[in-house]
């Protein structure tokens, strides 16, 4: 018999991550974040949280709400340019942050949910990557506090990689297009890049669907999440989306 996994609430689906979880947050930049599940967190007051995302929002929007506030201790990231608040806490020894080349990061979700605990990547040979020295965190004064280790470095057929461990965070929070009460979950469009690697890679995952259908209504060829991989399911639907870099095209009159 499969279980109904859908819970009321985006505040009953996080009631449970205690302060210090580690989450992986889907999404890439503004693009297919989980909102409704980060502003629960946010209502919650759960801090001193590890953080793994691709980036960490903007500084009103996103996991941006949870850095604003203090309630992040360390965060897990590929790029981090669009943040001034992450840039701000970063220098002042305030937040420790591990980056990861961006490949390296979606490898090491899809890699431990999956389960497999480590790999070997050529991204990252020969820098302070696999070298080590990396600044992750900073003192009050601006020294190095906390520097990156060095990797094991193997060759294979001539060529060195480095090995990275995967990573299984306590939760996975993400958002899908459709989602079934079975915890089956299509993702739309761009939606599909971090999503579902943090939703493998989470032990716990939460996912909010835009669209909630019965079971058996998804098409189990368009299934991009299998149910196995997702514990609760919530309804966010109408959820604001914002764009991170509005472009706008020139007219004939080029104004």
């Known amino acids: 018999m499969m279980i109904d996994k859908v819970v009321a609430s985006a505040d009953e689906a996080v009631?449970?991550?205690?302060?210090?979880a580690s989450l992986a947050v889907g999404g890439f930049g503004l693009c297919g974040i989980p909102v409704a599940l980060i502003d629960a967190l946010h209502r919650a007051g759960t801090?001193?949280?590890?953080?793994?995302?691709n980036n960490c929002g903007v500084d009103d929007w996103g996991l941006g709400i949870l850095l604003?506030?203090?309630?992040?201790?360390?965060?897990i990231s590929s790029y981090v340019g669009e943040n001034k608040e992450f840039a701000r806490q970063y220098?002042?020894?305030?937040?420790?942050?591990?980056?990861?080349p961006q490949g390296t990061l979606a490898e090491k979700l899809r890699?431990?949910?999956?389960?497999i605990p480590a790999f070997y990547t050529k991204a990252g040979v020969g820098t302070q990557v696999s070298d080590g020295g990396l600044p992750q965190k900073y003192d009050a004064n601006g020294g190095i506090a906390v520097a990156s280790a060095p990797k094991e470095v193997r060759p294979f057929g001539g060529v060195d990689y480095v090995l990275e461990e995967s990573?299984?965070?306590?939760?996975?929070?993400?958002?899908?297009?459709k989602g079934d009460r079975h915890g089956n979950l299509v993702f739309h469009a761009t939606a599909m890049n971090f999503n579902p690697l943090c939703a493998m890679a989470g032990r716990i995952t939460i996912a909010e669907v835009e669209e909630l259908v019965e079971p058996?209504?998804?098409?189990?060829?368009?299934?991009?999440?299998p149910g196995i991989f997702v514990q609760r399911v919530v309804l966010a639907r109408d959820?604001?989306?914002?764009?991170?870099?509005?472009?706008?095209a020139l007219n004939q009159a080029g104004a």
């Open 15 to 20: 009631a449970d991550i205690p302060d210090g």
């Open 47 to 53: 801090s001193g949280l590890e953080t793994v995302s």
């Open 68 to 75: 604003r506030d203090g309630r992040i201790r360390r965060t």
């Open 91 to 100: 220098l002042a020894g305030e937040l420790e942050v591990v980056l990861t």
């Open 111 to 115: 890699a431990g949910g999956a389960g």
């Open 167 to 177: 990573l299984t965070p306590d939760f996975g929070l993400v958002h899908a297009w």
């Open 216 to 225: 058996g209504e998804l098409d189990p060829e368009h299934i991009h999440t």
């Open 239 to 248: 959820g604001e989306k914002r764009i991170e870099k509005r472009t706008v």
